[in-house]
Nanobody, 119 residues
């Protein structure tokens, strides 16, 4: 069973930076794509960024383009979300979601990590 664990959230002042990590366990290869989402209580989960299996293709929501960067280290089964120039409206619980391909396809969510941007 594939499990995802996010970490790196916390409290940061506006303009600050955080780097979130999403570590996958139980995967047998790096053939899985990963997306980051965020959710504010009472609102729908919002797509933030995605990265392909080899990391060659990335995509971002307009709200974070130029500020957030997604990357992956397949040797460590880890996907990162570097968040710069954070704004109060970035406050949310951040989740990673993985879709695995090949002989053992899977879909898995992490438990989330809280990011709070406040002075």
């Amino acid at each position: 069973q594939v499990q995802l664990v996010e970490s790196g959230g916390g409290l940061v002042q506006p303009g600050g930076s955080l780097r979130l990590s999403c570590v996958a366990s139980g995967v047998t290869s790096s053939r899985y794509a990963v997306k980051w989402y965020r959710q504010v209580q009472g609102k729908e989960r919002e797509f933030i960024a995605s990265i392909s299996t080899a990391g060659g293709t990335t995509d971002y929501a307009d709200s974070v383009k130029g500020r957030f960067s997604i990357s992956r280290d397949n040797a460590a089964n880890t996907v990162y979300l570097q968040m710069n120039n954070l704004k109060p409206e970035d406050t949310a619980v951040y989740y990673c979601f993985a879709t695995g391909f090949g002989d053992r396809p899977f879909r898995s969510w992490g438990q989330g990590t809280q990011v709070t941007v406040s002075s």
